[in-house]
């Protein structure tokens, strides 16, 4: 009974007004729904009954083309019995546009897919997070990995946790260097780990058709990751000392000239 509204009387009563047309009803759902899918099926059902019904009765296919007809009709009555749901919605439903037409998206990837848990870009601790998953599968995984493989994630982890803190205590404003940094912390190194840890341990030491073993893809991009977090760790750092010393420029030109007679702060 949850359907049993005055709109959805109305639009029943009309089409067992129009009962002859009902070979149109799926066209007009999918219309007023703006489901492709629909418009074109609806379509179809439309298409084969008007066609039947142009053909002459003296024609010899005239049997044929009636039972074409007559099915599109039977055909389109129950598919709308079926697509109810956007006709005849139930009491206190509304079926917005935007739930109408849902662009589909493909999945991604589950290749290089980063963590559930560093997922969310709203979290604040989120490139912690990803470091702390990144440690701690290393250090479980640490009889799979490459001689120094171990050390070199450890290495990292550290480098782009000491460029964490300090962002978390004064953040830098670049978006650029901000950019970098959570690339690195939260899809590239994990990924890179991921991957790797998803190879079968019996395969890291096959040669690939480029020459070169998992093993040593593997310890190539850990290099490369390894020196983007130095330069990142640079940069934040001399940043900071660059900060440091606009700061104490400021301050010896704003109280330097009262240290010969001491700072009296304006008081008279």
């Not at 009563?13 to 047309?21: E, G, I, N, T």
């Not at 290749?111 to 848990?117: F, L």
Request: aromatic share 10%.
């Amino acid at each position: 009974m949850k359907r049993l509204t005055g709109g959805n009387v109305v639009k029943v009563v009309l089409a067992f007004l129009f009962w002859l047309f009902v070979s149109f009803l799926v066209l007009v759902i999918g219309i007023f729904a703006k489901r492709k899918n629909v418009i074109i099926e609806g379509a179809i059902y439309a298409a084969a009954f008007v066609s039947a019904f142009a053909v002459p009765s003296s024609s010899p296919i005239f049997g044929i083309a009636a039972f074409a007809g007559v099915g599109s009709m039977v055909a389109s009555a129950i598919r709308s019995y079926f697509l109810r749901d956007l006709w005849l919605p139930r009491r206190g439903t509304v079926i917005p546009v935007q739930e109408r037409v849902r662009p589909v998206v493909a999945n991604p990837s589950p290749q290089y897919q980063t963590p559930a848990v560093i997922r969310n870009p709203q979290a604040p601790d989120e490139r912690s997070a990803a470091l702390t998953w990144v440690s701690s599968q290393a250090k479980q995984n640490k009889h799979r990995l490459p001689n120094g493989a171990y050390v070199t994630i450890l290495e990292t982890c550290q480098l782009l946790d000491s460029v964490i803190d300090a962002e978390n205590r004064q953040p830098s404003g670049d978006a650029r260097f901000e950019y970098e940094l959570d690339a690195v912390s939260k899809e590239y190194l994990p990924s890179v780990l991921q991957g790797f840890l998803a190879i079968p341990p019996n395969m890291v030491e096959n040669t690939q058709p480029n020459g070169r073993t998992p093993n040593d893809e593997f310890v190539e991009q850990l290099q490369l990751l390894f020196r983007q977090a130095e330069t990142l760790h640079s940069t934040r750092h001399s940043q900071t000392s660059t900060d440091l010393t606009s700061t104490g420029n400021f301050l010896r030109e704003r109280f330097g000239h009262h240290q010969q007679g001491g700072f009296d702060f304006g008081i008279k």
